[in-house]
T-cell receptor
Framework: ETGVTQSPTHLIKTRGQQVTLRCSSQ?????VSWYQQALGQGPQFIFQ???????GRGNFPPRFSGLQFPNYSSELNVNALELDDSALYLC?????????????FGSGTRLTVV | AQSVTQLGSHVSVSEGALVLLRCNYS??????LFWYVQYPNQGLQLLLK??????LVKGINGFEAEFKKSETSFHLTKPSAHMSDAAEYFC??????????FGKGTTLSVSS
């Protein structure tokens, strides 16, 4: 079975630009979450999607938005990029929305904003 | 609100020595607790989790953790460290059923 795959692995953007990060869930997983991991910090929860609906959101501004598609893949969109958005963005999937399932994480996308 | 504190941002051990990584949590509801490992330039890999039942949880790669409600702790241990254990370790607690709240992480170094 394939795990969680994210693309691209690295990218560099300019402040004020927009970016889209992509995630393919592990086979059989219908729930996707996104996390931001700043350098030297633990991951912080951005939001979660279950069957194409957002069902949880962390303390991130509205310029962070997402989508989940019928095949359960997902996108994270960030508008009006700021320097502090530079981080590793992690996608995680699980077979259901209950937290006790645990998550399978991808290897992340390293975003640098200059 | 739930939170996680990992005591010690950096732990160094010799190969073959006991590994002890400390995690304390606060939670207003019965917690679900997790330990993840992150190798350089990689995502997070689940080591073990506590949801309900037995308080001593065994995970992959010889790691285990014990849930102690009275101490609000979930420390990670391994009897004998291996060079391949060198990595970043994160403790996490659930929040509101949808999100994980992570600690700041502990870097484990293993010397020969």
């Amino acid at each position: 079975e394939t795990g969680v795959t994210q693309s691209p692995t690295h990218l560099i953007k300019t402040r004020g630009q927009q970016v889209t990060l992509r995630c393919s869930s592990q086979s059989g997983h219908n729930t996707v979450s996104w996390y931001q991991q700043a350098l030297g910090q633990g991951p912080q929860f951005i939001f979660q999607y279950y069957r194409e609906e957002e069902n949880g959101r962390g303390n991130f501004p509205p310029r962070f938005s997402g989508l989940q598609f019928p095949n359960y893949s997902s996108e994270l969109n960030v508008n009006a990029l700021e320097l502090d958005d530079s981080a590793l963005y992690l996608c995680a999937s699980s077979p259901g929305q209950a937290i006790n399932y645990g998550y399978t994480f991808g290897s992340g996308t390293r975003l640098t904003v200059v | 609100a739930q939170s996680v504190t990992q005591l010690g941002s950096h732990v160094s051990v010799s190969e073959g020595a006991l590994v002890l990584l400390r995690c304390n949590y606060s939670s207003s509801v019965p917690p679900y607790l997790f330990w993840y490992v992150q190798y350089p330039n990689q995502g997070l890999q689940l080591l073990l989790k506590y949801t309900t039942g037995a308080t001593l949880v065994k995970g992959i790669n010889g790691f285990e953790a014990e849930f102690k409600k009275s101490e609000t702790s979930f420390h990670l241990t391994k009897p004998s460290a291996h060079m391949s254990d060198a990595a970043e370790y994160f403790c996490a607690v659930n929040q509101a059923g949808t999100a994980l709240i992570f600690g700041k992480g502990t870097t484990l170094s293993v010397s020969s």
